[in-house]
């Protein structure tokens, strides 16, 4: 449920500050985004972050949820 809810978060935050949804289930690599993301504020300069390497990884359940 937890996950859930930190999903939905996700959908109020900045279009572009929205991590890519084949990282979601890994908790590490959004806290990575969103270290990330902090310091691009802190640095507007930066390059954008357009995504990090994440295995896409066969999911029944998400498939069921997301309608693929």
Do not use: C, Y
Not at 24 to 53: G, I, L, Y
Request: hydrophobic content about 35%.
């Amino acid at each position: 449920m937890t996950q859930s809810l930190t999903v939905l978060g996700f959908f109020e935050l900045p279009e572009d500050e929205i991590p890519p949804e084949e990282m979601w289930h890994h908790q590490e690599r959004v806290k990575e985004w969103f270290e990330a993301m902090k310091e691009r504020r802190k640095n507007p300069d930066m390059e954008p972050v357009d995504s990090f390497d994440v295995p896409v990884m066969k999911n029944e359940a998400l498939k069921d949820l997301m309608g693929d």
